[in-house]
């Protein structure tokens, strides 16, 4: 069974900083199968990017993936308040355990 | 507009069942990869099942022989049938479209379904 661990697993930025979020997968996995999402307290997960670097519809530019094989990583270029949230990545039947990113 | 609505929670001891449904307006549950995930309170999402589009079910092996997915065509609906509960079942479940090796991730989400099994 594939483990995907996410890190950190709080990052603590302001504003207008540049989030980097990690996914590590136990074994290489197909990137076509890697998406990412979003979710904020009391809401539903929200899909942010699949197949590891397309953006689902409506997903703001700022956002972006990328990685293969073992690393993936999901990059927020300028954190807008709106993107404080829970992120997490998912394979197959495999979620990681998901970062926190909270305001500084 | 396409939305999914989630419905069947409640409270139940353990042992017991429930049957959760997921309703779908916009699109045919039946033309679509269909995914049950679920959080604990105040934990991380896990993965419970999926349908796919010619019938092909898979499971976690946490609900794997409790939990049975299905759909109704008629109803474009998509259910969970959850048997011998247990505490550790507890959680928010929600239904999204696609899922589990699918290329375009799970794009639409319910609101989510609360079950809670205490005894």
């Known amino acids: 069974e594939i483990v995907l661990t996410q890190s950190p697993g709080t990052l603590s930025l302001s504003p207008g900083e540049r989030a980097t979020l990690s996914c590590g997968a136990s074994?290489?996995?197909?990137?076509?199968?890697l998406a990412w999402y979003q979710q904020k307290p009391g809401q539903a997960p929200r899909l942010l990017m699949y197949?590891?670097?397309n953006r689902a519809t409506g997903i703001p530019d700022r956002f972006s993936g990328s990685g293969s094989g073992t690393d993936f990583t999901l990059t927020i270029s300028r954190l807008e308040p709106e993107d404080f949230a829970v992120y997490y990545c998912?394979?197959?039947?495999?979620f990681g355990q998901g970062t926190k990113v909270e305001i500084k | 507009e396409v939305q999914l609505v989630e419905s069947g929670g409640g409270s139940v001891q353990p042992g017991g069942s429930l049957r959760l449904s997921c309703a779908a307006s916009?699109?045919?549950?039946?033309?679509?990869?269909m995914t049950w995930v679920r959080q604990a309170p105040g934990k991380g999402l896990e993965w419970v099942s999926v349908?796919?589009?010619?019938?092909?079910?898979y499971y976690a092996d946490s609900v794997k022989g409790r939990f049975t997915i299905s759909r109704d065509s008629s109803k474009n609906t998509l259910y969970l049938q959850m048997n011998s509960l247990r505490a550790e079942d507890t959680a928010v479940y929600y239904c999204?479209?696609?899922?589990?090796?699918?290329?375009?991730?799970?794009?639409?989400w319910g609101q989510g379904t609360t079950v809670t099994v205490s005894s």
């Open positions: 349908i796919y589009t010619g019938g092909s079910t």
């Open positions: 999204a479209r696609g899922g589990y090796y699918y290329f375009y991730g799970m794009d639409v």
């Open positions: 074994q290489s996995i197909d990137s076509s199968y």
């Open positions: 197949g590891a670097s």
């Open positions: 998912h394979q197959g039947g495999t």
């Open positions: 916009g699109f045919t549950v039946s033309s679509n990869y």
